[in-house]
């Protein structure tokens, strides 16, 4: 037994021994969901299920074997153990598929959000998949390292592994050409290969690209109001992975809205996100571009939203309790939310967001424009560890999960975890609703205040073994992009505005209405404003503007 643990490998037998074991432990996800879509079919391939693993070690025999001598050989291959590690872990565990918006999505990532993700059980996971391939690294004969023997046993390993791929592949090219046909997200699970591909897209699109000009759709917006004399305040609050199907007031069993269900707010069931992270959503919701324009290097080169209203004479703040804007607010009027542990509200990572409640009353008690747009954006229900989004006495739904490896806690506690985030988050909307009609109700001066919530994307839970977010759009869960949207306004009063707005909550809409609603609400007119996409365009929220409405119609008629 000593002897055999004393021998040392060569670096084919190496780079064979690491091949098989990427091709089979750590694609093991791959390979599982690939079989489990096979058995599916009505004529099953046993050829091509058996030589999946033996194609596939092939495929990584000849990437290692194109690495330099041993010491850049074992650096490279160490770093694609440990991310492939991790990678593995992250599918296995949440299902996480790693395609380019997950990339993008880690990139932007702080490292107090990624920590969130480290445990206990991620640490033996992942610990436990690299032994082997490290023990394999070091068990390599350093006299590995003689140029001539090994060009010439490399190419002899080459060959052999070109000659095993073309075989497999020509042999059953209908076989697999058929299930990447019908199965084209298949290889995002493949681990690490289209991960280091959207690292380096991801790399080439954000630090080596030729900046484009930025662009103004428009030079002159403008405040459209018959009465200089009031004020009109917007408050956009700016969800977090809130999903529509865990709100009481969209027909949620638990009473997840006790605070907003009593303040005459209406609940758009029907609304769908962007995307399915927060790098993607944000920027989209406030861009002009739609669903299917978007992209962020486009949207970052021209006017978003703020930037258009603040032109138009908008006075914009920004306040965030997330982990930035992406972008969105950059040049606009903005406040951080400092985490420090003096703060009774924050441990030093992460705040409370009722923290965002005394920066609003600061703001509406030094109003210096006739038109305010205040944006709040909440770190909601921000995973994995949704028990630090919400404070111990709304720890409601129990019991709850506690830690930050949600696939090891029950359907049940995971569930009543998220609730509380959501429970919370009602209160936190609540509480701004009630800070605007006071204000508006003590102020001398006439002052129109409206609150819109909506959420960057959704949530998966478990179901069907997905975890978190951020699954491509194509095929992501319903659960990742059905959202929720509120909206109250002071200005409704009676039934005929009321039935209004209660006409459209059953409509679809997604993020591509928020731009052209909010332009709407905030009485701002601008050439990029589509009346057919604002959801508000017919009911009159400001008891003063009664022909506003009609003149953005008259005027925008064409779209």
């Not at 091949?19 to 489990?36: D, R």
């Not at 990742?480 to 200005?491: E, G, K």
């Not at 609400?521 to 009911?539: A, E, G, P, R």
Request: net charge neutral; charged share 15%; hydrophobic share 40%.
């Amino acid at each position: 037994m000593q002897k055999i643990f004393s021998k040392t490998l060569s670096l084919n037998s190496a780079t064979i021994l690491l091949s098989l074991y990427f091709s089979i432990v750590f694609n093991y996800p791959f390979l599982q969901k690939t079989y489990s879509d096979l058995v599916q079919l009505d004529s099953f391939d046993f050829a091509y299920f058996i030589s999946l693993p033996l194609f596939l070690s092939t495929v990584f025999i000849l990437l290692f074997s194109l690495l330099p001598q041993r010491y850049i050989y074992k650096t490279v291959i160490t770093a694609l153990v440990l991310l492939s590690a991790i990678f593995c872990y992250a599918i296995t565990s949440y299902g996480i598929i790693f395609d380019y918006g997950m990339v993008e999505n880690m990139a932007e990532t702080s490292t107090s959000e990624a920590l969130t993700y480290l445990n206990s059980s991620a640490i033996f996971y992942i610990t436990l998949l690299i032994i082997t391939p490290i023990v394999i690294l070091n068990k390599i004969n350093p006299q590995a390292n003689t140029l001539k023997v090994s060009i010439n046993h490399r190419l002899k390993l080459i060959v052999a592994a070109l000659v095993i791929f073309t075989i497999i592949f020509f042999s059953l090219y209908s076989s697999y050409a058929s299930v990447n046909r019908n199965n084209r997200d298949l290889a995002k699970y493949i681990v690490p290969i289209p991960t280091l591909i959207s690292g380096y897209k991801y790399i080439k699109r954000n630090y080596f690209y030729t900046p484009t000009v930025f662009q103004t759709l428009d030079t002159t917006p403008k405040i459209e109001t018959s009465n200089n004399t009031d004020k009109n305040i917007v408050v956009m609050v700016v969800g977090e992975t809130a999903r529509a199907n865990n709100f009481s007031l969209n027909g949620y069993p638990k009473q997840t809205n006790e605070y907003t269900e009593k303040l005459n707010v209406h609940s758009f069931k029907q609304m769908y996100s962007c995307g399915t992270a927060t790098a993607v959503s944000v920027p989209c919701m406030f861009s002009l571009l739609n669903k299917e324009q978007f992209n962020k290097q486009s949207a970052s080169s021209q006017q978003n939203l703020l930037d258009l209203v603040k032109l138009a004479g908008v006075d914009v703040l920004w306040v965030d309790n997330n982990e930035g804007c992406k972008g969105v607010c950059k040049r606009v009027n903005t406040i951080t939310i400092d985490n420090n542990k003096s703060n009774p509200l924050c441990d030093g990572d992460y705040c409370f967001d009722e923290v965002l409640l005394s920066q609003l009353d600061k703001k509406l008690t030094n109003l210096s424009h006739q038109t305010t747009l205040i944006v709040l954006h909440l770190m909601g229900s921000h995973g994995p560890t949704y028990y630090r989004r919400y404070p111990q006495k709304f720890s409601t739904f129990l019991p709850d999960c506690q830690q930050s490896d949600i696939q090891n806690c029950t359907s049940e506690q995971l569930v009543n975890t998220y609730d509380n985030t959501i429970h919370y988050s009602d209160y936190v909307i609540a509480e701004v609703i009630n800070k605007l009609a006071q204000f508006t109700k003590n102020n001398s001066q006439t002052i129109n205040a409206e609150m819109i919530y909506v959420s960057d994307h959704g949530e998966s839970l478990g179901e069907n073994g997905l975890y978190l977010h951020g699954f491509p759009y194509a095929i992501a869960p319903v659960e990742q992009t059905h959202i929720p949207m509120l909206f109250w306004s002071n200005t409704i009063e009676t039934s005929v505005k009321n039935d209004c707005v209660e006409q459209s909550t059953e409509t679809v809409f997604n993020h591509d209405n928020i731009y052209h609603s909010m332009l709407g609400l905030l009485n701002v007119d601008s050439t990029t404003y589509k009346t057919k996409l604002d959801i508000f365009n017919s009911c009159d929220f400001n008891a003063n503007t009664t022909n506003i409405a009609k003149i953005k119609l008259e005027k925008h008629e064409k779209f």
